[in-house]
Protein backbone atom coordinates (compact mmCIF):
# COMPACT_ATOMS: atom_id res chain seq x y z
CA UNK A 1 0.00 0.00 0.00
CA UNK A 2 1.65 3.30 -0.94
CA UNK A 3 0.99 6.27 1.47
CA UNK A 4 0.65 9.80 0.07
CA UNK A 5 0.39 12.98 1.93
CA UNK A 6 -1.03 16.07 0.16
CA UNK A 7 -0.03 19.46 1.47
CA UNK A 8 -2.83 22.63 0.53
CA UNK A 9 -3.56 24.37 3.23
CA UNK A 10 -5.26 27.19 2.08
CA UNK A 11 -7.41 28.88 0.54
CA UNK A 12 -10.71 27.32 -0.01
CA UNK A 13 -10.80 27.81 -3.79
CA UNK A 14 -7.15 26.63 -3.89
CA UNK A 15 -7.83 23.61 -1.96
CA UNK A 16 -10.71 22.94 -3.86
CA UNK A 17 -9.01 23.12 -7.07
CA UNK A 18 -6.53 20.54 -5.69
CA UNK A 19 -9.55 17.54 -4.39
CA UNK A 20 -9.13 15.84 -8.20
CA UNK A 21 -5.76 15.26 -7.31
CA UNK A 22 -6.54 12.78 -4.08
CA UNK A 23 -9.63 11.21 -6.59
CA UNK A 24 -6.55 10.49 -9.33
CA UNK A 25 -4.54 9.11 -6.74
CA UNK A 26 -7.03 6.79 -6.00
CA UNK A 27 -8.20 6.03 -9.12
CA UNK A 28 -4.49 5.09 -9.96
CA UNK A 29 -4.03 3.11 -6.61
CA UNK A 30 -7.46 2.02 -4.92
CA UNK A 31 -5.89 0.67 -1.63
CA UNK A 32 -3.16 3.61 -1.01
CA UNK A 33 -3.55 5.92 2.37
CA UNK A 34 -3.47 9.57 1.41
CA UNK A 35 -3.13 12.29 4.51
CA UNK A 36 -4.11 15.67 3.68
CA UNK A 37 -2.38 19.11 5.86
CA UNK A 38 -5.09 21.77 5.71
CA UNK A 39 -5.63 24.93 7.55
CA UNK A 40 -8.58 24.94 9.84
CA UNK A 41 -10.57 27.87 7.10
CA UNK A 42 -10.80 24.64 4.23
CA UNK A 43 -10.69 21.69 7.18
CA UNK A 44 -14.39 21.27 7.18
CA UNK A 45 -14.30 20.90 3.21
CA UNK A 46 -11.94 18.44 3.26
CA UNK A 47 -13.77 16.16 6.34
CA UNK A 48 -16.94 15.43 3.38
CA UNK A 49 -14.30 13.84 0.78
CA UNK A 50 -14.48 10.15 1.45
CA UNK A 51 -11.32 9.38 -0.53
CA UNK A 52 -8.81 11.19 1.55
CA UNK A 53 -8.14 9.05 4.56
CA UNK A 54 -6.67 11.30 7.25
CA UNK A 55 -7.06 15.02 7.80
CA UNK A 56 -3.89 16.86 9.47
CA UNK A 57 -4.92 20.70 11.02
CA UNK A 58 -2.03 23.01 10.70
CA UNK A 59 -2.87 26.01 13.00
CA UNK A 60 -1.24 28.88 11.19
CA UNK A 61 -1.99 31.30 13.67
CA UNK A 62 -0.84 29.33 16.28
CA UNK A 63 2.85 28.96 15.36
CA UNK A 64 3.27 32.95 15.24
CA UNK A 65 4.81 33.23 18.55
CA UNK A 66 8.00 31.44 19.66
CA UNK A 67 5.77 30.60 22.53
CA UNK A 68 3.08 29.13 19.95
CA UNK A 69 5.12 27.13 17.96
CA UNK A 70 7.22 25.53 20.88
CA UNK A 71 3.76 24.25 22.18
CA UNK A 72 2.40 22.78 18.89
CA UNK A 73 5.50 22.10 16.37
CA UNK A 74 6.03 18.44 18.71
CA UNK A 75 2.79 17.57 18.19
CA UNK A 76 2.18 18.48 14.63
CA UNK A 77 5.67 16.22 13.75
CA UNK A 78 4.52 13.70 15.84
CA UNK A 79 1.32 13.48 13.89
CA UNK A 80 3.80 13.50 10.44
CA UNK A 81 5.51 10.47 11.67
CA UNK A 82 3.17 8.45 12.40
CA UNK A 83 3.15 6.91 8.89
CA UNK A 84 6.56 6.39 6.31
CA UNK A 85 4.97 8.70 3.17
CA UNK A 86 6.41 7.28 -0.06
CA UNK A 87 5.06 10.64 -1.53
CA UNK A 88 4.85 14.01 -0.50
CA UNK A 89 2.74 16.52 -2.91
CA UNK A 90 3.44 19.96 -2.06
CA UNK A 91 0.41 22.12 -4.10
CA UNK A 92 1.04 25.13 -2.32
CA UNK A 93 4.60 25.69 -2.93
CA UNK A 94 5.82 28.18 -0.27
CA UNK A 95 7.60 28.31 2.62
CA UNK A 96 5.05 26.78 4.92
CA UNK A 97 4.04 23.88 3.50
CA UNK A 98 8.03 23.09 2.42
CA UNK A 99 8.73 22.83 5.86
CA UNK A 100 5.67 20.33 6.61
CA UNK A 101 6.72 18.59 3.90
CA UNK A 102 10.52 18.17 5.33
CA UNK A 103 9.23 17.60 8.57
CA UNK A 104 7.43 14.97 6.92
CA UNK A 105 9.89 13.21 5.69
CA UNK A 106 8.47 11.66 2.28
CA UNK A 107 10.76 9.28 0.04
CA UNK A 108 10.10 11.46 -2.54
CA UNK A 109 9.00 14.52 -2.62
CA UNK A 110 7.45 16.73 -5.45
CA UNK A 111 5.61 19.74 -5.74
CA UNK A 112 3.86 22.11 -8.89
CA UNK A 113 5.34 24.15 -11.43
CA UNK A 114 5.25 27.31 -9.37
CA UNK A 115 7.00 26.40 -6.80
CA UNK A 116 7.81 29.96 -4.43
CA UNK A 117 9.89 30.80 -1.11
CA UNK A 118 12.35 27.96 -1.46
CA UNK A 119 10.13 25.23 -1.85
CA UNK A 120 11.53 23.84 -4.76
CA UNK A 121 14.84 23.46 -2.68
CA UNK A 122 12.60 20.44 -0.66
CA UNK A 123 10.48 19.43 -3.55
CA UNK A 124 10.91 18.67 -7.07
CA UNK A 125 8.75 21.02 -9.11
CA UNK A 126 6.66 19.09 -11.68
CA UNK A 127 6.55 21.26 -14.93
CA UNK A 128 4.17 19.57 -17.30
CA UNK A 129 2.35 19.85 -20.14
CA UNK A 130 -0.43 22.46 -18.14
CA UNK A 131 2.19 24.77 -16.71
CA UNK A 132 0.35 27.89 -18.62
CA UNK A 133 -3.32 26.04 -18.37
CA UNK A 134 -5.51 25.93 -15.68
CA UNK A 135 -4.74 25.47 -11.91
CA UNK A 136 -6.71 22.33 -11.89
CA UNK A 137 -4.59 20.83 -14.60
CA UNK A 138 -1.29 22.19 -13.42
CA UNK A 139 -2.06 20.23 -9.62
CA UNK A 140 -3.15 16.96 -11.68
CA UNK A 141 0.41 17.46 -13.90
CA UNK A 142 1.88 16.03 -10.49
CA UNK A 143 -0.31 13.62 -9.71
CA UNK A 144 0.45 12.44 -13.76
CA UNK A 145 3.97 12.64 -12.51
CA UNK A 146 3.26 9.91 -10.39
CA UNK A 147 1.42 7.63 -12.81
CA UNK A 148 -1.90 8.53 -12.52
CA UNK A 149 -4.62 9.03 -15.73
CA UNK A 150 -6.27 12.59 -14.65
CA UNK A 151 -8.24 12.76 -17.33
CA UNK A 152 -11.80 13.11 -15.22
CA UNK A 153 -12.35 15.97 -12.55
CA UNK A 154 -13.87 14.25 -9.38
CA UNK A 155 -14.30 16.85 -6.51
CA UNK A 156 -16.49 13.89 -4.68
CA UNK A 157 -18.15 16.06 -1.49
CA UNK A 158 -20.31 14.71 -0.12
CA UNK A 159 -22.55 16.79 1.97
CA UNK A 160 -23.83 14.67 5.32
CA UNK A 161 -27.40 14.18 5.70
CA UNK A 162 -27.85 16.09 8.86
CA UNK A 163 -25.88 19.27 7.51
CA UNK A 164 -28.72 19.25 4.70
CA UNK A 165 -31.55 19.07 6.81
CA UNK A 166 -30.13 21.98 9.09
CA UNK A 167 -29.58 23.97 5.70
CA UNK A 168 -33.43 23.19 4.60
CA UNK A 169 -34.49 24.08 8.16
CA UNK A 170 -32.43 27.37 7.92
CA UNK A 171 -34.65 28.68 4.55
CA UNK A 172 -37.82 27.61 6.03
CA UNK A 173 -36.78 30.27 9.51
CA UNK A 174 -36.86 32.47 6.85
CA UNK A 175 -40.30 31.57 5.53
CA UNK A 176 -39.16 29.63 2.31
CA UNK A 177 -39.67 26.13 1.63
CA UNK A 178 -36.55 24.70 0.39
CA UNK A 179 -38.06 22.73 -2.47
CA UNK A 180 -39.11 25.65 -4.52
CA UNK A 181 -36.60 26.87 -6.72
CA UNK A 182 -33.68 29.43 -5.37
CA UNK A 183 -30.86 31.25 -6.45
CA UNK A 184 -27.69 31.25 -4.23
CA UNK A 185 -26.33 34.58 -4.26
CA UNK A 186 -22.20 34.83 -3.08
CA UNK A 187 -22.35 38.24 -2.46
CA UNK A 188 -18.75 38.45 -1.23
CA UNK A 189 -14.96 38.14 -2.27
CA UNK A 190 -11.71 37.76 -0.91
CA UNK A 191 -10.94 41.91 -2.70
CA UNK A 192 -12.55 44.24 -3.44
CA UNK A 193 -11.83 44.49 -7.19
CA UNK A 194 -13.24 40.79 -7.41
CA UNK A 195 -16.93 41.57 -6.23
CA UNK A 196 -19.40 42.35 -8.35
CA UNK A 197 -21.39 45.55 -6.78
CA UNK A 198 -24.30 45.43 -4.04
CA UNK A 199 -26.51 47.72 -6.64
CA UNK A 200 -25.85 45.36 -9.12
CA UNK A 201 -26.91 41.70 -6.86
CA UNK A 202 -29.92 43.64 -5.73
CA UNK A 203 -31.16 44.47 -9.06
CA UNK A 204 -30.58 41.57 -9.65
CA UNK A 205 -32.24 40.38 -6.78
CA UNK A 206 -35.38 42.25 -7.80
CA UNK A 207 -35.58 40.07 -11.77
CA UNK A 208 -34.90 36.63 -10.13
CA UNK A 209 -38.18 37.16 -7.92
CA UNK A 210 -40.12 38.24 -11.47
CA UNK A 211 -38.46 35.12 -12.72
CA UNK A 212 -40.68 33.31 -9.52
CA UNK A 213 -36.76 32.23 -8.00
CA UNK A 214 -35.91 33.15 -5.21
CA UNK A 215 -32.71 34.85 -3.99
CA UNK A 216 -30.59 33.54 -1.31
CA UNK A 217 -27.47 35.94 -0.10
CA UNK A 218 -24.62 33.23 1.55
CA UNK A 219 -21.73 34.39 2.94
CA UNK A 220 -20.13 35.23 6.39
CA UNK A 221 -18.29 37.82 8.19
CA UNK A 222 -19.14 41.50 8.97
CA UNK A 223 -18.12 43.07 5.54
CA UNK A 224 -20.73 40.85 3.89
CA UNK A 225 -23.16 41.28 6.90
CA UNK A 226 -23.29 44.57 5.83
CA UNK A 227 -22.95 44.00 2.24
CA UNK A 228 -25.74 42.11 2.97
CA UNK A 229 -27.97 44.71 4.43
CA UNK A 230 -26.76 47.16 1.62
CA UNK A 231 -28.44 45.19 -1.15
CA UNK A 232 -31.76 44.49 1.34
CA UNK A 233 -32.12 48.32 1.75
CA UNK A 234 -31.92 48.55 -2.26
CA UNK A 235 -34.26 45.94 -3.21
CA UNK A 236 -38.38 45.75 -3.72
CA UNK A 237 -38.81 42.82 -1.79
CA UNK A 238 -35.37 41.54 0.40
CA UNK A 239 -33.81 38.45 -0.50
CA UNK A 240 -33.68 35.86 1.83
CA UNK A 241 -30.72 36.63 4.33
CA UNK A 242 -28.26 33.75 5.18
CA UNK A 243 -25.37 35.62 5.97
CA UNK A 244 -23.31 34.36 8.68
CA UNK A 245 -25.65 31.95 9.62
CA UNK A 246 -23.71 28.94 7.85
CA UNK A 247 -21.50 26.69 8.65
CA UNK A 248 -19.47 25.70 6.17
CA UNK A 249 -20.95 22.64 5.20
CA UNK A 250 -24.52 23.97 5.89
CA UNK A 251 -23.18 26.38 2.99
CA UNK A 252 -21.82 23.15 0.84
CA UNK A 253 -25.65 22.31 1.17
CA UNK A 254 -27.32 25.51 0.30
CA UNK A 255 -25.54 25.49 -2.40
CA UNK A 256 -25.92 21.73 -3.51
CA UNK A 257 -29.97 22.46 -3.61
CA UNK A 258 -30.18 25.92 -5.35
CA UNK A 259 -31.09 25.88 -8.69
CA UNK A 260 -28.10 27.67 -9.81
CA UNK A 261 -25.09 30.13 -8.44
CA UNK A 262 -24.29 33.52 -8.70
CA UNK A 263 -20.76 34.48 -7.89
CA UNK A 264 -16.98 35.98 -7.96
CA UNK A 265 -13.92 34.19 -8.24
CA UNK A 266 -14.35 33.14 -4.81
CA UNK A 267 -14.25 30.52 -2.54
CA UNK A 268 -17.77 29.79 -2.37
CA UNK A 269 -18.55 29.80 -5.97
CA UNK A 270 -15.45 27.70 -6.44
CA UNK A 271 -17.90 25.20 -3.69
CA UNK A 272 -20.65 25.23 -5.69
CA UNK A 273 -18.99 24.18 -9.28
CA UNK A 274 -17.44 21.20 -7.48
CA UNK A 275 -20.58 19.93 -5.89
CA UNK A 276 -22.37 20.54 -9.41
CA UNK A 277 -24.22 23.42 -8.95
CA UNK A 278 -24.97 25.32 -12.28
CA UNK A 279 -22.58 28.42 -11.43
CA UNK A 280 -22.38 32.08 -13.13
CA UNK A 281 -18.88 33.26 -12.27
CA UNK A 282 -18.22 36.98 -12.57
CA UNK A 283 -14.61 37.57 -13.40
CA UNK A 284 -12.66 40.83 -13.34
CA UNK A 285 -8.97 41.01 -12.27
CA UNK A 286 -8.35 37.48 -12.35
CA UNK A 287 -7.61 35.15 -15.42
CA UNK A 288 -10.22 33.10 -16.48
CA UNK A 289 -8.18 30.24 -17.94
CA UNK A 290 -6.29 30.06 -14.68
CA UNK A 291 -9.07 30.02 -12.00
CA UNK A 292 -12.10 30.29 -13.59
CA UNK A 293 -15.32 27.85 -13.85
CA UNK A 294 -13.18 25.14 -15.59
CA UNK A 295 -16.09 22.47 -15.62
CA UNK A 296 -18.19 24.90 -16.67
CA UNK A 297 -16.58 27.80 -18.31
CA UNK A 298 -19.37 28.68 -20.75
CA UNK A 299 -20.81 29.72 -17.38
CA UNK A 300 -17.99 32.70 -16.58
CA UNK A 301 -19.08 36.76 -17.65
CA UNK A 302 -15.95 38.75 -17.78
CA UNK A 303 -15.76 42.37 -17.50
CA UNK A 304 -13.87 44.10 -20.64
CA UNK A 305 -11.67 46.51 -19.97
CA UNK A 306 -8.08 46.09 -21.19
CA UNK A 307 -6.89 45.59 -18.11
CA UNK A 308 -8.82 42.65 -16.72
CA UNK A 309 -6.64 39.67 -15.69
CA UNK A 310 -4.10 41.74 -14.10
CA UNK A 311 -3.97 39.57 -10.75
CA UNK A 312 -3.77 42.49 -8.51
CA UNK A 313 -5.79 42.15 -5.27
CA UNK A 314 -6.12 46.10 -5.20
CA UNK A 315 -6.51 48.40 -8.59
CA UNK A 316 -3.49 50.28 -8.92
CA UNK A 317 -5.99 52.68 -10.80
CA UNK A 318 -7.97 53.13 -7.94
CA UNK A 319 -10.92 51.73 -9.84
CA UNK A 320 -11.57 48.55 -6.88
CA UNK A 321 -15.11 49.38 -6.41
CA UNK A 322 -15.82 50.37 -10.24
CA UNK A 323 -13.61 47.16 -11.75
CA UNK A 324 -16.63 45.09 -11.95
CA UNK A 325 -19.13 47.58 -13.01
CA UNK A 326 -18.65 46.58 -16.29
CA UNK A 327 -20.42 43.52 -15.75
CA UNK A 328 -24.49 44.83 -15.71
CA UNK A 329 -27.44 43.03 -14.76
CA UNK A 330 -28.33 42.18 -18.29
CA UNK A 331 -25.64 40.41 -18.69
CA UNK A 332 -26.09 38.19 -16.16
CA UNK A 333 -29.65 37.59 -16.89
CA UNK A 334 -28.86 36.71 -20.47
CA UNK A 335 -26.68 33.82 -18.85
CA UNK A 336 -29.57 33.06 -16.88
CA UNK A 337 -31.36 32.44 -19.44
CA UNK A 338 -28.75 30.42 -21.16
CA UNK A 339 -28.50 27.74 -18.34
CA UNK A 340 -32.12 27.85 -16.61
Known sequence: MKNFLIVKLSAIGDVLHALPVAYALKDRYPDCHISWVVEPAAYEILKMVPVIDELILFKKKEFRSLGGFMQNFGPLRRQLKKRHYDVSLDLQGLFKSAAITWVAGAKEKIGTCFMREGSDKISRPVVGPNARNHVIEQYLDVARALGCNGDQIKFGIEV???EQDIARRLLAQCGMNASNPYVALVIGASS???????????????????????????????????WAQEIEYMTDVPP?????????????????????????????????????????????????????????MENAVQISRDCRYCWKRSCPKGLDKECMEDITVDMVARKIKEIY
Not at 204 to 217: A, F, K, T
Open 240 to 296: VNLVGRTTLSQLAAVLQGAAFTVCGDTGPGHLSLALGTKTIMLIGPTNINRTGPYTQ
Open 160 to 162: PER
Open 192 to 226: PNKRWTSEGFAKLSDWLYEQRLIPVMVGGGPREEQ
